[in-house]
């Protein structure tokens, strides 16, 4: 393998509950007697939550995504982390492989994390702003193409069904991660 492609929220961090708590705080500001399961839309960036919701008959407007980023924003240090067993995994890796990452979040948030975790030996950095969120497959592949590698020679670490999906459709091998004390007892054995 020359290639390691990383997901971030849930696997090299463990957010899931601090962006599934912002976007349900910023819906009921706005929307208060909306009802749904944080499952359905897991995984998925808040624009795409936003539109599944509308089509479920609920009247989200577009600026819940704004009120969910501020929430993000007051709120990242208390789920965001340096980890020193991370960072030697990192620096260890580095000298053998590509890395990369490739997140449904935002610019801002992804680099707010890196700089926490003072994670920087990535080749590249992919977020939905610079082209189409998971499930599609193409940060991916965009990771790939920069790296000069194939699908037979990358690991992609994932762990929500939206991004297993896209990374499945790539062809490379996909490992599923539970949470980021998952990732470091993976990368222990790698």
Not at 10 to 17: F, H, Q, Y
Not at 112 to 119: A, R
Not at 140 to 161: L, Q, V
Request: contains cysteine.
């Amino acid at each position: 393998m020359k290639t390691l492609i990383f997901d971030l929220d849930g696997t090299l961090v463990d957010c899931k509950k601090l962006h599934q708590d912002g976007f349900r705080w910023a819906v009921s500001r706005l929307v208060p007697d909306i009802d749904y399961d944080d499952e359905e839309v897991e995984g998925l960036p808040s624009t795409q939550k936003i539109k599944y919701l509308q089509s479920k008959g609920f009247k989200v407007p577009e600026n819940v995504d704004e009120l969910k980023r501020e929430h993000t924003r007051a709120h990242i240090s208390e789920y965001v982390k340096f980890n020193g067993k991370l960072s030697k995994h990192f620096n260890r890796l580095y000298i053998d492989y590509k890395l990369c990452l490739a997140s449904n979040s935002r610019s801002e948030f992804v680099f707010k994390c890196m700089n926490i975790l003072d994670l920087w030996q990535f080749e590249c950095v992919y977020s939905r702003d610079y082209g189409p969120p998971k499930p599609d497959p193409w940060m991916y592949n965009e990771c790939m193409r920069i790296t000069n590698n194939k699908p037979t020679n990358t690991i992609i670490f994932e762990d929500s069904p939206v991004g297993i999906q896209g990374a499945v459709k790539t062809g490379a091998r996909v490992i599923e991660i539970k949470d980021s004390k998952h990732l470091i007892e993976v990368l222990d054995e790698f």
